[in-house]
């Protein structure tokens, strides 16, 4: 098989087309959340959204490993292995997104806060640390059920 040939099938492979999709799509819509809810849009903030930023509605990371697992079990079948592995691991990322990534975020911005403060009352200098955003219990849900409907609608419409 050629190298064409191969970009080609994986460009036809539902499996691969469901799981691209549904982050493609997920993007698209966290921009669209990102442009109806915040007053003062900035250009590069949107740009960073659509390409980059984690966080928001919905959640690409639930969106993409839902799509994922869900087209695997589609064509592997739920007994699989490959299904069980894709099924682990969207339950690790969902799991994390929610709980871990989240916590983090929020001591991250209680660390700047202390430090802002501290840096005002003592005059010496803070260096911020970078707050990640996780996501909330509704934006995985979201994201999640997107990513299944995407896979669904893909493999059924391929097939």
Same mark, same amino acid.
């Given at each position: 098989?050629? $190298?064409?040939?191969a970009?080609?099938?994986?460009?036809?492979?539902?499996?691969?087309?469901?799981? /691209?999709?549904?982050?493609?799509? $997920?993007?698209?819509l966290?921009?669209?959340?990102?442009?109806?809810?915040?007053k003062n849009?900035?250009?590069?903030?949107?740009?960073?959204?659509?390409i980059?930023?984690t966080g928001?509605?919905p959640s690409?990371?639930s969106?993409? /490993?839902c799509?994922?697992?869900?087209?695997v079990? /589609?064509?592997?079948g739920?007994?699989?292995t490959?299904?069980?592995?894709?099924?682990?691991?969207a339950?690790?990322v969902?799991? #994390?997104?929610?709980?871990v990534?989240?916590?983090?975020?929020?001591?991250a911005?209680?660390?700047?806060n202390?430090?802002?403060?501290?840096?005002?009352?003592?005059?010496? #200098?803070?260096?911020? /640390?970078k707050?990640?955003?996780g996501h909330t219990p509704l934006e995985?849900l979201?994201g999640?059920?997107l990513?299944?409907l995407?896979?669904?609608t893909?493999c059924f419409l391929?097939?």
């Amino acid at each position: 098989m050629t $190298a064409a040939a191969a970009i080609k099938s994986l460009f036809l492979n539902p499996i691969f087309l469901s799981t /691209v999709s549904s982050l493609c799509i $997920a993007q698209a819509l966290k921009l669209v959340f990102y442009l109806i809810t915040t007053k003062n849009k900035k250009k590069w903030e949107a740009i960073e959204t659509m390409i980059w930023r984690t966080g928001g509605m919905p959640s690409s990371h639930s969106s993409t /490993v839902c799509a994922l697992a869900t087209s695997v079990g /589609v064509y592997e079948g739920i007994t699989s292995t490959y299904f069980i592995i894709s099924l682990v691991f969207a339950m690790v990322v969902l799991r #994390d997104s929610v709980g871990v990534r989240r916590a983090a975020g929020l001591q991250a911005k209680a660390i700047n806060n202390l430090g802002k403060q501290s840096a005002k009352l003592t005059g010496l #200098d803070f260096n911020s /640390v970078k707050e990640i955003q996780g996501h909330t219990p509704l934006e995985v849900l979201v994201g999640a059920l997107l990513g299944i409907l995407i896979a669904i609608t893909i493999c059924f419409l391929i097939n």
